[in-house]
């Protein structure tokens, strides 16, 4: 697989067919279902401080998304 394709945003560094997991405090988070979270909180991150559009997945716990814990600090 040429490296381009490796590193392009529709793969994330992940080769095709590969299912890559996690496992979690909530259990085994599969391979797509991680990228599916990674992408989807990655572009509402960009919306929101870069194009300065308001994302209610970053505004608290998503029931979409129930793997996905939020912490806040104060510094």
Not at 3 to 22: E, H, K, Q, T
Request: glycine share 10%; no cysteine; proline share 5%.
């Amino acid at each position: 697989m040429p490296l381009i394709s490796l590193y392009s945003p529709d793969n994330l560094g992940v080769r095709p067919g590969s299912n890559l997991g996690f496992l979690t405090d909530t259990g085994y988070i599969g391979g797509d279902r991680s990228i599916d979270i990674t992408r989807n909180y990655t572009g509402a991150f960009f919306d929101q401080f870069l194009k300065n559009i308001p994302s209610s997945l970053l505004a608290g716990t998503n029931s979409a998304y129930f793997e996905v814990s939020r912490e806040t600090r104060n510094a």
